[in-house]
């Protein structure tokens, strides 16, 4: 998929804040998190009972326990900064005050009051006054729930399954996987991109695409300035049903990814390379073509445009980035589940 920036787009240059990583919660970590499990993916549909389970810290800390609410909305809000709150932040309470050192994990919520809709599940954790955190983390889950009653219509769903690292850094080609339940077949959707300057500027990646169940196809990256950018995806169909979905964290666009060991970006345009079709990269490997050997015998294979950091990397630079030092006697008592 292929993508034309307009004028109005900015360069960007804050950094992303710390990675929300499963278990993230205390003690040298910073602020709180309890990360929902399930809903992972789309299409799956109650009417009575779901069984919500979610990863934590599950241990008390020295000034008390911390308590976690959890909450239902038919929107995750735009996609934002962690630590920030979201200004669009909106759910019903589905249960509140489960205490975080309850190893369970899991609450059966009833849905039988529920109305018939697709619906986020999100978590927020609230810790004993003694200990101000600095941060106030919102953890939303990937995938959608969708409650049907009797006499109801199904409602569709759309979720992002990739990106699902809030470090991923890319140059040409973004990994991009899409999720849809389009209960009458009848759904299109639209894909649209904005930056994190002037997100009222959405721009358009697809629109009017018949839906299917997983859409999986590197977005082309390389017209679009340095920066961060969120996405959203919505449905709709021919009953008149819709449901939208923001990506849960930005990804940010660098084009200097590769000019240190692979040459400047325009001795390659310089060269008259043809341009690339948008769409799956092929069985071939990478989309630019494999290795190159040199007179002297020497095979360069050129680097890849996007990377994503690993989670043990995303680890140390969360404890940097959210509070290092915060309760590190706690934390050398008790390890993360």
Not at 116 to 129: A, D, I, N, Q, R
């Amino acid at each position: 998929m292929r993508i034309t920036r307009p004028a109005s787009i900015l360069v960007l240059s804050s950094v992303l804040l710390g990675r929300v990583l499963p278990a993230s919660s205390h003690p040298a970590i910073g602020a709180p998190s309890a990360y929902p499990i399930e809903p992972s993916s789309v299409g799956t549909v109650v009417s009575s009972t779901f069984t919500l389970t979610w990863l934590d810290y599950d241990r008390p800390i020295p000034t008390g326990t911390a308590t976690i609410d959890w909450y239902y909305a038919t929107q995750n809000p735009k996609t934002y900064l962690i630590g920030a709150t979201p200004e669009d932040l909106e759910g019903e309470l589905i249960v509140g005050g489960i205490a975080e050192s309850d190893t369970a994990n899991r609450h059966v919520w009833d849905v039988s009051n529920v109305p018939s809709g697709s619906y986020f599940v999100w978590s927020k954790v609230t810790e004993p006054p003694e200990e101000n955190p600095l941060l106030q983390l919102y953890s939303f889950s990937q995938g959608v729930l969708t409650v049907h009653h009797a006499g109801d219509p199904v409602h569709p769903a759309v979720c992002f399954n990739k990106p699902d690292n809030p470090f991923t850094l890319v140059d040409e080609e973004l990994p991009l996987v899409l999720e849809a339940f389009d209960p009458d077949g009848t759904g299109l959707l639209t894909l649209e991109l904005f930056s994190r300057d002037t997100p009222e500027v959405m721009i358009p990646v697809f629109a009017d695409r018949p839906s299917a169940p997983r859409i999986e196809e590197p977005l082309d990256t390389r017209e679009l300035e340095e920066g961060d950018y969120g996405m959203r995806l919505s449905l709709i169909d021919g009953r008149g049903l819709g449901f939208a979905a923001y990506s849960r964290w930005f990804f940010r666009v660098s084009h200097r990814l590769v000019e240190a060991d692979a040459g400047t970006r325009e001795a390659g345009s310089d060269a008259g390379l043809p341009d690339r079709d948008a769409g799956i990269v092929g069985d071939a490997g990478a989309a630019d073509g494999g290795t190159e050997v040199d007179p002297d015998g020497c095979a360069c294979a050129e680097v890849p445009r996007s990377r994503v950091v690993p989670s043990h990397f995303a680890l140390v630079l969360l404890l940097f980035g959210l509070g290092f030092g915060r309760r590190l006697s706690d934390a050398r008592r008790h390890r993360l589940r």
